[in-house]
């Protein structure tokens, strides 16, 4: 028997719907079956030791328990079965892990899009052309500053020059581009030259924000954290330079304060896990919260969790403490199960 | 248009169909699209490979019509996807 479309729709006008939404949290992450994005930090170590890092990474700071080689193929091999879209792999330093090519080509062969977050040392041209190979989604590359001296002062013991190399060889390699910036006192003026220096190495898309209190940049912070009226000239630049590139590159920014940022995520989960290289899940990268374990749970139990865990008290109560003592970022690192 | 061309979702579109319809998700923009189930219809559809006319036909085939409303209307949904990036010939 046949179904009338549109009545079974509910309605006799048009009700084909397609309704956009900003980002994944729009859909509403408890309609979902499974999370959107699964933006995995794979290892905690990494060879530069970055001024601003939120996540304390550097060389030797690889976690004693990160996921094992069955562990890791276990939880993409469930992301993959739930028909995750879209990953992402960070650090630390991604490529830095033993198996990160491993990782790529599993995660690519069955079809969801990657993007790797890196600072780009280790892209050489062999690398390059092997992502392109596999068909990773984008690249992103850190790139705090447009000249050597505000970079190198920010990345300890990364180059600016070597950074640049590696974007140049994803270029080559015709591999997607994308740039992150992370504002400090002492860079927010080059933001202008940064988007132009990023549109002509190629990229696609170019992301900034404020830079967050925790991790490294709690024991920097004096020397980091841009004044407001840093900030205020920082993202002028940035409005005239969307503009300017509007249709040639994404130029994206968030000018909340992470407060803001909070209190709208209570209400508008993002379907999104964050997930640290031992395999706990946190519920955002900016909350102590951790949801699930990977190492004892399925990610569909992780996910059923992520659900209602958003709407633990604990939650809304550490939010809204970050409204009178806004240094409680620093504690991030300090893991709340719930 | 070309009503005998495949049509396919875009490079950085991917499809996933939820109980309430199903989502398209651009992962350039990171901008999710919520569908709902007569939406996520047409598009495991376009995903087995339809062009517009074979959707049409396979609409009908499936649901009732009354006088010209589906072809009218799915044309409509493929078009606003193809405005938005979402959907290629």
Redesign the interface.
């Known amino acids: 028997m046949k179904t009338d479309l549109l009545s079974a729709a509910g309605g006799g006008t048009a009700e084909i719907s397609v309704n956009p939404a900003t980002t994944p949290a729009a859909t509403g992450a408890g309609d979902l079956a499974a999370p959107l994005y699964i933006a995995w930090q794979v290892t905690n170590e990494c060879n530069l030791a970055c001024l601003h890092c939120i996540e304390e990474s550097g060389p030797g700071k690889a976690f004693r328990d990160e996921l094992s080689r069955p562990q890791i193929f276990e939880f993409l091999n469930q992301a993959m079965d739930q028909q995750v879209p879209y990953l992402s792999f960070s650090g630390g330093e991604p490529t830095l892990h033993p198996l990160f090519f491993e990782m790529v080509e599993y995660v690519c062969a069955r079809n969801a899009q990657l993007k790797i977050e890196t600072n780009g040392h280790g892209l050489t041209l062999e690398h390059c052309l092997r992502l392109k190979s596999l068909g990773v989604k984008a690249v992103q590359v850190s790139l705090d500053g447009a000249s050597r001296e505000t970079f190198n002062r920010m990345r300890v013991r990364g180059d600016f020059d070597r950074a640049l190399e590696g974007i140049r060889n994803l270029g080559t390699a015709g591999v997607p581009i994308e740039i992150n910036y992370s504002p400090t006192l002492f860079n927010t003026h080059e933001i202008g030259r940064a988007v132009d220096l990023a549109y002509e190495l190629g990229a696609g898309s170019f992301y900034t924000g404020r830079t967050m209190y925790t991790g490294n940049a709690v024991k920097t912070w004096h020397r980091l954290v841009p004044t407001e009226a840093q900030y205020e000239a920082f993202f002028e630049v940035l409005h005239a330079k969307s503009a300017e590139y509007r249709g040639r590159m994404r130029v994206h920014f968030h000018e909340m304060g992470l407060l803001e940022e909070l209190r709208y995520r209570l209400h508008h989960p993002a379907a999104l896990l964050i997930v640290l290289p031992n395999g706990l899940v946190k519920l955002i990268n900016a909350l102590p919260f951790v949801c699930g374990d990977l190492r004892t749970q399925s990610l569909e139990e992780i996910w059923a969790k992520f659900q209602c865990a958003w709407q633990d008290p604990r939650v809304a109560q550490f939010v809204e403490d970050l409204a009178n003592d806004p240094a409680r970022t620093s504690v991030l690192h300090q893991w709340v199960y719930l | 248009m070309d009503a005998d061309r495949a049509m396919k979702l875009a490079k950085?579109v991917?499809f996933?169909e939820?109980?309430?319809g199903g989502?398209?998700?651009e992962?350039?923009?990171?901008?999710?699209?919520?569908?709902?189930?007569?939406?996520a219809a047409?598009m495991r559809e376009i995903g087995a490979g339809c062009d517009q006319a074979a959707l049409v036909a396979r609409?009908k085939e499936?649901?009732?019509?009354?006088g010209e409303?589906?072809e009218r209307?799915?044309l409509?949904?493929t078009a606003?996807?193809k405005e938005?990036g979402?959907l290629e010939d």
């Open positions: 950085w991917k996933r939820e109980k309430f989502v398209l998700f992962t350039r923009s990171e901008k999710v699209f919520a569908l709902n189930p007569t939406a047409i609409l499936r649901f009732s019509d009354r409303t589906l209307e799915s409509a949904f606003n996807l938005r979402l």
